[in-house]
Every structure is written in C-alpha cells, then in structure tokens.
C-alpha cells in the first residue's frame, strides 16, 4: 500500500490465498503491471480450490491511514489472464472496492490484455468499477470458453462519488453472456464505441455502442495449458498466438483517437489500427514481437489538453466525443462544408456522430433531442485553443444558444466552442458534457431545468470560462446530478453557481463542485 514508481514485467503468478488477489494495489501511484501471466488452477496444483477474488484489484481502502486517496496512474498493459475459479461474485480486474467518500482509482489504463476465462466457475464480470476517475479499459481481447455473467459493471458503492469519464473502446468481447451484457450506474461521461462483440451465436443486449459490431472474430475455443514455468515472454507469445489472435473482420475497425499505441507483443499500430489486443499484419499473421515493450500509461488526449490559462486536472481518457484521428476529418459532419448550419448538421447526425466546427461565427438556436451528438470547434481534432475564441455561436437574444431536450441521449457533448447573447447559454433538460467552452454574454451560462420525464439533468462541466453573464454562470435550482471542476467562473452578474432549495423525492443526488476559480460575482 502506499507504493510509487512500480513496474512488474514478464512475470507468471498463480493460485493466490483464500480471499487474496494476484496483485493488489493499495493507495499506489505509478505503477506499470506489464506482460504478466496470471492464473489460476488449483486442482493442477494438488490443492483445494479456494474461494479467490480478483486477479487484480485497483484501490484505495486507507482513508486514513495514508496521505493518499485513490490509487493513480495504473497502467495494467499486455497482460495474460487465465483461468477463473471460484469466486463468483468477482471480478477478473476491478478498479474501485470499498464504498469510499473519494475516487478510489485514478487515471487507469487497462489495455493490450488476454482474458481467458477457461475455469470452471462464472465471474461477476470481466472489468468493473466503482468510485473511478478517468478510466480507459480499451483494446483488450477477451475469449471466454466458460460464462461471465456480463462484460462489465460500473457502479457506485458505500459514500462512494459517482463515477467519472469512462471509456470502454476498440475491444474484442467473444463471450458467453447469461444476462445484459454490461451494467452501468451512477457514472457521468461514460464512453462505449468501436467494440467488437460475439456472444458465439446467442443474442447479446444492454450496451450502448453505436460504433460496435457484432460479428465473429474467429478466436479458438481449444483449451488452455497453464505455463507454470518457462520464459515468460516467449510463453505469453505463443497464448496469444494460439487463442488471442483474431480473423479479419476486426481490422482496421478501432478508432485511432482511442487506440493504444502498441499492441500487446509490442508492435506499433497504425493510423487504422484493428480492434483487440493483437495488431495483425496485412497477411493477417501474428507480427513478430519487438524489443521495445508497451509504453502507454495514460489515457489519450484529444480532448483534454493542457492549458495554461485555466485550472487543470489529470489526463482524461476517451469519451464518445473522441472522433478518428485528424487524417480521417471527413468522417464527420462539418460545418459549413457539408452543412451550412450547426442545427442541420445536428438534424442528420445519428447518436455516436460529431459536428465539427469550422471558425466563425453562427446565429443559430441549436435544439439536439432524440440522439447522442458531439459539437465541437476543431479543436476536438487540434488541440488548439485559439479556435475556441474563433468558433462563436450566437444566440441572437433568443431563449439559448443550446438547448439539450429531455430526450437527448447521456453521451451529448459541447466541446471548445464560445457560446454567447441569448437568455440562457445552454439550457439543459438531460445530462450532458460541457469541456473547454467559453460562455460570455448570456443571462444564465447553463440553466439546468427540470426533466419532464422526472430523471435528473446534470453531467460534467469541465476547463470552460464563465464571464460576463447577467445572472448566474450556472444555475442548479431543479434536480441535477453534475461534477463542475477546473472552470474559471468570473464576474457574472450574480451568482458563479446558484443552488437552491427544493421539494424532491428519489435516489441522492451527487453535486460535486471542486478544482474551480470562482471571482468578481454578484
């Protein structure tokens, strides 16, 4: 517990103790679990199976017992699970345990692994996590032989805060799945694209993947030997040769702004990387592993660059908003070459889509209902701030500039754009996204309102600039569940965030406020 600046390669471990985990990280910070082998067979040992947890476990129970809260930067990375054995109500890797009042699990990465169920026993699921921040689970290759009862589960536990900026992408799921294939609560910014599933012929159901396709990979259901010694890299190469390698039909399908930058041999992957742990060749063989091993440890950033002229926290990982990388812009819907309005780009888009725009500035009403969408100023694509102060889109005195309905899917996302001189900025009657805006010159900055359909509006507000409103740059009197952090918040009429008193009736709602500069109002 405790630990920093760990790394642990090319190691094999089995048959952990009665309640015990292969590896359980505790209050840790930097720490690298790389080409491991991990599993367990107690019956080839001679000994009694005993009622095991995790292979790995991601946390932070030490409340106060150590200066730190939450384990942070883990990169658990081109590993081999094998084998699950008792301990069903488990999970193979979770991140998040003990119901604490703060993120338990920090800036996580889980990429490039191998999981081979090949037990006898049914895992609760293959990932989850509970109290996390900024979590990537992504280009991971799963072959299950035996069931799990789902892919994985996001949920909150104890005082747990909700969880935040999830991304699950580019992964392979050959499953066999006995009940919905993922469970999701109490999570905002939650990002499900470009996975690959195959429940071996049997529906699949309960995810949200817009981007996903349900196809055979073709991965082999022989059974595993368990390599209790060798050399560790040449065995791990020859597992994922013989059940971690794929067909054809999940190449070429990840998207790259998601994409880890190296597969689990250590090849390089390209700008149209495959799905899955292993990045085939154009043969479609397994590349021959390099001497250079797996070097990312935190999540892209496309999204969430660093700024000098405003708060900052911790690297975020993907979310749906994340597009393919910028050779690939005439993927999306841009304005004005291919829509002349934001609204009509936003009318054609289909959930999991981005409108992408140009500089300039627009007059426009936008209403995004009935969908998921991303709009965002090239910076999504740049990184560039400038563009945010050059994409302006203008109320024109009108009811908002944004207006996200009730109906409007939890994915929605508003990125890098000045929004400005309408009543309110954005009125939100359903969760949304809000990253690296500027809004100036409204009444309201975002007015969250109540939800006809009686579930509470809210999401993440993160890196945007408040000023200059008449009223409230945020105002949160109806039923909200929201994050705002990192936002500078400055000489707005009357109040940087308005929070008032009212009746309600339903499960709690979080509203976490943190990391901000707030000046100069009322």
Partial sequence: AGGRDTVVANTITLNPGPREQHYDLTGDEDVTLRNNIMFNDYNGSGRAVVDVKHFIIIKDSNSSGLDLH????????????????????????????????????????????????????TARAVFGGAGVKNLTFRNN?????????QGYVFETKGDNPLNEAVSVCNNVWSVRITDDFASVSGTVGMSEHHNVYWNHGAPITGFSDSKGVVVDPGLTDAPVSRPRRGDAAALLRDLVQAHGTPNGAVADIADPACASSRDILGSQRGSAPDAGALELTSD???????????????????TQPPTTTQPTTTTQPPTTT????????????????DFATIQAAVDAATSGDVVLVAPGVYT??????????????????????????TTVVDGGGGDSVFHIGQSAGVDTQLVGLTIRNADDGVLAQAPMTFLDNVVRNTSDGIDYDTNAKGTPSGGLVRHSIFEDNSDDAIDLDNDVAVVIEGNVIRNNGD???EIRLHDYTGPRLDIVIRDNVISGNG
Avoid: C
């Avoid at 939450?70 to 301990?87: L, Q």
């Avoid at 063989?285 to 950033?301: A, F, L, M, N, R």
């Fill in 364 to 389: 426009e009403n936008v209403v995004i209902t009935d969908k998921s969408v991303t709009v965002a100023s090239e910076f999504l694509t740049t990184g560039d701030r400038s563009v945010i102060d």
């Fill in 141 to 149: 290759t799963i072959n299950h032989t035996t069931a799990a009862y």
């Fill in 284 to 302: 479609g063989t397994v590349p021959p592993s390099t001497t250079e091993p797996p070097t990312t440890t935190q999540p892209p950033t496309t």
């Fill in 70 to 121: 939450g384990s942070k930067r883990v990169s658990v990375d081109g590993n081999v699970f094998i084998g699950w054995e008792n301990g069903g109500g488990e999970f193979m890797v979770k991140a998040g345990n003990d119901g604490k009042p703060y993120h338990e699990a920090i800036d996580i990465v889980v990429e490039n692994n191998l999981f081979l169920s090949n037990g006898p026993d």
């Fill in 495 to 497: 109040d940087g965030i």
């Fill in 322 to 337: 994340q597009p393919p990388a910028p050779d690939r812009v005439d993927g999306y819907l841009q304005v004005p070459s």
